[in-house]
T-cell receptor, first 111, second 111 residues
């Protein structure tokens, strides 16, 4: 019940396209859903996060869509750029107890 | 600049040897964490500490040990009991109920 599922495992998108990564969870106690971006050889960095009281959050080209009833959330990257090529992790947290991470999606944006 | 410093960046361990990974933060964060990253498995929690002189086991604590004698420092020892230690190790910190800030990681290889 603590697991967070993430798909796809890898994603290839043309420059200017839309990248979509999906996550699903089971534990309804989760109350915070961040996305992290990781470049090779570096630690993950917080990209954007959402709480379940809203259905969407947008920051620049990055948008989180949240469906509480389906227990699913997704990351949309608009106008994808080669510099967005990285591994993306979704995560879920329960009142700061412990973050549970998805297995990651490796995104490649072709020039 | 505030942040988390992990050292060394690369570490090689011989069979039966204990090694210690360093993690120092100057963010004045109360909580510190150690994660292990393997390809395709996301980030798995090894140990975490909410306050000095106290720490809790995560999901994969067997074969690892930690100490938290200072707020700024949270070293991880990989003992000879850890049979498959080759991985990328990430240290993180956070304010209470806050977002995780990660270091740049230590890549440990058994030789």
């Amino acid at each position: 019940q603590q697991q967070v599922k993430q798909s796809p495992q890898s994603l290839i998108v043309q420059k200017g396209g839309i990248s979509i990564i999906n996550c699903a969870y089971e534990n309804t106690a989760f109350d915070y859903f961040p996305w992290y971006q990781q470049f090779p050889g570096k630690g993950p960095a917080l990209l954007i996060a959402i709480r379940p009281d809203v259905s969407e959050k947008k920051e620049g080209r990055f948008t989180i869509s949240f469906n509480k009833s389906a227990k699913q959330f997704s990351l949309h990257i608009m106008d994808s750029q080669p510099g967005d090529s990285a591994t993306y992790f979704c995560a879920a947290d329960n009142y700061g107890q412990n973050f549970v991470f998805g297995p990651g999606t490796r995104l490649s944006v072709l020039p | 600049d505030g942040g988390i410093t992990q050292s060394p960046k690369y570490l090689f361990r011989k069979e039966g040897q204990n090694v210690t990974l360093s993690c120092e933060q100057n963010l004045n964060h109360d909580a510190m964490y150690w994660y292990r990253q393997d390809p395709g498995q996301g980030l798995r929690l090894i140990y975490y500490s909410q306050i000095v002189n106290d720490f809790q086991k995560g999901d994969i604590a067997e074969g690892y040990s930690v100490s938290r004698e200072k707020k700024e420092s949270f070293p991880l020892t990989v003992t000879s009991a850890q049979k498959n230690p080759t991985a990328f190790y990430l240290c993180a910190s956070s304010r209470t109920f806050g977002d995780l800030t990660f270091g740049s990681g230590t890549r440990l290889t058994v030789v």
